[in-house]
């Protein structure tokens, strides 16, 4: 497996380890965020990325729930126009 300073190369981790390391990192973004000094940030945004581009690599007819596509937020936005304040 190539290793760099992230840890190993997404291309190189089986699917469930993949899926770990997603979990991981997602559950620690806002700790980085708020709290990581801004290398931190650096690094953990790079491994995020990568991560998730590798996902994306891998699963490109993933299931895709219509509200979170820009189609779904729009018809979400215009029906609450229409809804008017409740």
């Known amino acids: 497996m190539a290793e760099h300073e992230g840890g190993p190369s997404a291309r190189d981790l089986e699917e469930g380890r993949l899926l770990k390391e997603l979990e991981a990192i997602h559950r620690t973004r806002h700790e980085t965020l708020l709290h990581g000094s801004d290398d931190a940030l650096v690094t953990h945004t790079h491994r995020m990325n990568e991560l998730e581009h ?8 993933r299931a895709q729930t219509p509200g979170r596509t820009r189609s779904g937020a729009r018809a979400r936005t215009a029906a609450d126009e229409e809804d008017g304040p409740s």
Do not use: G, I
């Not at 590798?54 to 007819?61: G, Q």
């Open 54 to 61: 590798e996902y994306v690599r891998r699963h490109p007819e």
